[in-house]
Nanobody, 114 residues
């Protein structure tokens, strides 16, 4: 059974940074596409960033230039480096495998205070 586990969320002041990590198991699981999504209170889940097997990336307009998605194939992990955070980035962040997603993590909460 495929399992995705996110970590790295927390509370930070505006302008700060966080790095989210997503670990996939079993270690033999492979996906050609990984993504980070987020859902803020009262809003729909939205795509934040996607990375394909060839390393191509796609970002939501609202995070472009501030967030960076990356992956470590050897460790079966995906990361989201988030810089210059603003209160608008406050949300539950989810890791997903496959495009469109077939597998989801439980989420990690990010809270940005002004």
């Amino acid at each position: 059974q495929v399992q995705l586990v996110e970590s790295g969320g927390g509370s930070v002041q505006a302008g700060g940074s966080l790095r989210l990590s997503c670990t996939a198991s079993p270690s033999t699981f492979r996906s050609f596409c990984w993504g980070w999504f987020r859902q803020a209170p009262g809003k729909e889940r939205e795509e934040v960033a996607v990375i394909a097997s060839d390393g191509a990336t796609r970002y939501a307009h609202s995070v472009k230039g501030r967030f960076t998605i990356s992956k470590d194939n050897a460790k079966n992990m995906v990361y989201l480096q988030m810089n210059s955070l603003s209160p608008d980035d406050t949300a539950m962040y989810y890791c997903a495998a496959d495009c469109p997603p077939n597998y989801w993590g439980q989420g990690t909460k990010v809270t940005v205070s002004s």
